[in-house]
């Protein structure tokens, strides 16, 4: 088995920055047939300036509407990476409801409508693999970042449960649990903010990556590395997995 994706089609939801960008521009170099991107934003897909055969969906991934049509129009799917996600923060005792709703809509409910038809895609094709974008705070408990934690929790448990669904059909899901990655998803937040006007943005990344024991941040494009190789061929006996990929983090 090889990183080689050629005549494959896959879909990747986050696919306008960071992470989700990478993905696109690793499996754009790994061969892949074709592309389903999902963002809100319509500015970051169209920068990737891909070579394979690329779909943009500018839409959000917790419209199940979206999803419906998405099914019926998308054909053939080998590949699915759930990873569009926003950030929280505040302690649990201090976050609003609606605070708390919001994230749970793009971060669990939109993993789920994306996993849900993304299976139903690969049942449909008799063959598949899935990678679910969690976070190291699903593993340790991480004070302050609210229902995000929370989310990445379920995300990773929903991973693994698809995982047993649908084994016997040829179809593996698996879960990636990052640690500090260095993308925008950090510059919402009120303390890097403060971090970043104080610092500047690298001395902030830089100071976040010293509570790893690498010393650093990864980048987009190691995660980019890590999903790959869980949604390729040679992780074929691999199914079910929350891989860590956190610089140890989590040690
Ligand atoms: P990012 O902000 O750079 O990218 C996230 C992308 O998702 C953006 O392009 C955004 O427009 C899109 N998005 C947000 N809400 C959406 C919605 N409702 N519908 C469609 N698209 C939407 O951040 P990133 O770090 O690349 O995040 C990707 C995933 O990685 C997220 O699930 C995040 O929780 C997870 N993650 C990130 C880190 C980190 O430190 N950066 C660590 C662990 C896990």
């Given amino acids: 088995p090889k990183l080689d994706f050629s005549g494959r089609t896959a879909l990747v939801t ?71 996600g926003i950030g929280s923060g505040g302690q649990i005792a201090e976050q609003s409801f609606k605070d708390w709703r919001r994230v749970m809509a793009v971060n669990l409910d939109g993993a789920f409508l994306t996993l849900a038809a993304a299976i139903r895609l690969m049942r449909a094709n008799g063959r598949g693999s899935a990678v679910v974008t969690s976070s190291i705070t699903a593993v340790k408990p991480v004070a302050g970042i609210g229902a995000y934690g929370v989310a990445k929790a379920g995300v990773a448990h929903m991973a693994r449960i698809a995982a047993a669904e649908n084994a016997a059909l040829g179809i593996r899901v698996n879960a990636v649990a990052p640690g500090g990655v260095d993308t925008a ?3 919402a937040g009120e303390a890097f903010r ?3 006007a104080a610092h500047g943005r690298e001395a902030a990344i830089a100071g976040m990556g010293a509570s790893h024991p690498r010393g650093r941040f990864a980048t987009a494009d190691e995660i980019a590395c890590d999903i790959g190789y869980l949604l390729s061929d040679m992780a074929a006996n691999v199914t079910g997995v929350v891989l860590n990929t956190d610089g140890g983090y989590s040690l």
């Fill in 14 to 84: 986050g696919a306008g920055s960071g992470i989700g960008a990478a993905v696109a521009r690793w499996l754009d170099a790994h061969g892949i047939a074709a592309l389903h991107l999902v963002d809100i934003n319509a500015h970051g897909i169209e920068a990737l300036a891909l070579t394979c055969e690329v779909h943009a969906h500018v839409h959000d991934v917790s419209d199940p509407q979206f999803w419906g049509g998405f099914e019926r129009a998308a054909g053939k799917l080998d590949h699915a990476v759930v990873n569009a």
């Fill in 185 to 187: 998803i950090w510059d």
């Fill in 194 to 196: 403060e971090a970043v």
